[in-house]
């Protein structure tokens, strides 16, 4: 799991890392091994096991490719598309495939999470990226690189979006997080 997947929930509450980190876990074998998966293990296996991580409410639809977990916290939902109620105002690179998504909304905030792939050149990414942001009204905060990768960070309004761009192979990964300030 990637850390951009990581930085959202953690300032949702103190499950949220464990929370997230099972819901993906999940997501990822029921996308990877579809209704095998739920053969072999049962839907309601699965949505036992991560109800009782989390202590919620845990809906797998494999169908889908959705998993959804309610607790006092809040709620998580992940997916293998983007949701309808992502940001219109965070930019997404024409062209990249969604590869996964999760959505928080807990007392203490909300936030978004978008991984998307490409095989345009990374610095084609980077370049086309500096320049939406700025576009879509964000001010850049922060622009680095590291390891081979870049982050670019942003503030709107109350919000702030981390843009992470790298490369896996032969693709560039793309990783959008939004979450209130």
Same mark, same amino acid.
């Given at each position: 799991?990637?850390?951009?997947?990581?930085? /959202?929930?953690? +300032?949702?509450?103190? /499950?949220?890392?464990?929370?997230?980190?099972?819901?993906i876990g999940v997501l990822v074998l029921v996308i990877v091994t579809g209704s095998a998966a739920s053969r072999f293990?049962?839907? $309601?296996?699965?949505?036992?096991?991560?109800?009782?991580?989390?202590?919620?409410?845990?809906?797998?639809?494999? $169908?889908?490719?959705?998993?959804?977990?309610?607790?006092?916290?809040?709620?998580? $939902? +992940?997916?293998d598309k983007l949701p309808a109620n992502f940001p219109s105002d965070v930019p997404l690179y024409p062209g990249a495939?969604?590869?996964?998504?999760?959505?928080?909304?807990?007392?203490?905030?909300?936030?978004?999470?978008?991984?998307?792939?490409?095989?345009?050149?990374?610095?084609?990414?980077?370049?086309?990226?500096?320049?939406?942001?700025?576009?879509?009204?964000?001010?850049?905060?922060?622009?680095?690189?590291?390891?081979?990768?870049? /982050?670019?960070?942003?503030?709107?309004?109350?919000?702030?979006?981390?843009?992470?761009?790298?490369?896996?192979?032969?693709?560039?990964?793309?990783?959008?997080?939004?979450?209130?300030?």
């Amino acid at each position: 799991m990637s850390d951009e997947q990581q930085e /959202m929930p953690a +300032s949702g509450g103190k /499950m949220s890392t464990k929370m997230i980190v099972t819901i993906i876990g999940v997501l990822v074998l029921v996308i990877v091994t579809g209704s095998a998966a739920s053969r072999f293990f049962g839907k $309601s296996a699965a949505e036992q096991a991560i109800e009782a991580a989390t202590g919620g409410k845990a809906n797998i639809d494999a $169908s889908k490719g959705e998993v959804t977990v309610k607790t006092d916290d809040g709620t998580w $939902s +992940s997916s293998d598309k983007l949701p309808a109620n992502f940001p219109s105002d965070v930019p997404l690179y024409p062209g990249a495939k969604v590869q996964g998504s999760v959505v928080a909304a807990q007392q203490q905030g909300s936030g978004h999470y978008a991984g998307l792939e490409t095989v345009d050149t990374i610095d084609k990414v980077v370049s086309w990226y500096k320049a939406e942001v700025v576009a879509k009204g964000w001010q850049v905060t922060a622009n680095f690189e590291a390891g081979g990768g870049v /982050m670019i960070g942003g503030s709107k309004d109350t919000r702030d979006l981390v843009v992470t761009v790298s490369k896996e192979g032969d693709k560039t990964v793309i990783g959008l997080v939004v979450s209130q300030k």
